[in-house]
Nanobody, 124 residues
Framework: QVRLVESGGGLAQPGGSLRLSCAAS????????MSWYRQAPGKVIEWVAA????????YYADSVKGRFTISRDNAKNTLYLQMNDLTFEDTALYYC?????????????????WGQGTQVTVAS
């Protein structure tokens, strides 16, 4: 059974940093693309970042490019999102998502399993 458990969210000040983790189990983590999404209150879900199974190539939404870094440790079955220079607009529930294959797309239908999310709140 696929399980994705996010952690690391919390309260940060503008300009601050947080590191999110997504612990994966129930599948061969090293064979699948992974993404981060987020959903702010009252807004549609937004794709944030993605990486292929080997972690070599990484892709970002324009809104986070240069501030966020996606990475993965296939030995630990864990996906990460390092978030720097946080702004109020980064406040959202952040989800990790497992690709249905080793293919990346911002389209939600590309992903077949989701975690429960971890809340990130940026406030002064």
């Amino acid at each position: 059974q696929v399980r994705l458990v996010e952690s690391g969210g919390g309260l940060a000040q503008p300009g601050g940093s947080l590191r999110l983790s997504c612990a994966a189990s129930g599948f061969t983590f090293s064979k699948y693309a992974m993404s981060w999404y987020r959903q702010a209150p009252g807004k549609v879900i937004e794709w944030v970042a993605a990486t292929y199974s080997d972690g070599a190539d990484k892709y970002y939404a324009d809104s986070v490019k240069g501030r966020f870094t996606i990475s993965r440790d296939n030995a630990k079955n864990t996906l990460y999102l390092q978030m720097n220079d946080l702004t109020f607009e980064d406040t959202a529930l952040y989800y990790c998502a497992k690709g249905a294959s080793d293919y990346i797309s911002p389209n939600e239908s590309t992903y077949d399993s989701w975690g429960q999310g971890t809340q990130v709140t940026v406030a002064s």
